[in-house]
C-alpha cells in the first residue's frame, strides 16, 4: 500500500515517524519537543499515522548476546519442485520462534531465512527441523560473524509526496 493514496506525509510526519523509529519509548512531551509541535498534534497526528496503516505497532529492541542467543546465521532455502504452496514449510517458519525474518526470494534460492540461536548446536537442531519438514530440496548456510549494520530504521529521508 502506497502511503501517499491514503495520506499525505508532510515534513512533520516524517520527523514523527522517524523520531518514534528510532525511539518508541519517547513521551508524548517530548515527541511534540523534538518535532516542534504541540502534544495534542502530535498525538493527532499519530492517531492519523496509525489508522492509515503506516505505524504498524511498537516493540523493545532486545540484545540477543546479552539473552544467550549468540549465533545469528542467514539460510537459503530451495524447495522442492513439487512443494507448491509449501504449507509445511511455511507452517514451520510461522511456529519456529529461531526463524525471525523469512523471505522468498530470486537468485539461487526460493527463500532466505534469519535466525538467532544459541550456539551451533542449537542452530544445527533447527536446520534439521527445517530439512525435516518434508518440502526442503537444498540449504545453504551462513554464518554471521560480525554485524556491520543493523537497523530496523526504514529511510524515511526516500519518502516522496506524491
Sequence with gaps: MSPS????LDQHDL????????QGDITMMELAEVVHLSHSQCSRRIKTLRAAGLIRGYAAL????????GLKCYVHVRLRHNADP?????ELVEECPEILDCAMV????????????????HFREILGRVAGCGEVSDMRS?????D??????LPLSAYRAG
Design 62 to 69: 532486545l540484545e540477543p548476546v546479552r539473552l544467550g542467543l
Design 148 to 153: 556491520l549494520k543493523a537497523s530496523t530504521a
Design 86 to 90: 509449501a504449507s509445511a514449510f511455511r
Design 106 to 121: 530470486t537468485g539461487d534460492g526460493d527463500f532466505l531465512i534469519k535466525t538467532v540461536t544459541r550456539d551451533l548446536d
Design 5 to 8: 493514496a491514503d495520506v499525505r
Design 15 to 22: 520527523r514523527i515517524l522517524d523520531t518514534l523509529q528510532r
Design 142 to 146: 551462513s554464518i554471521v560473524v560480525e
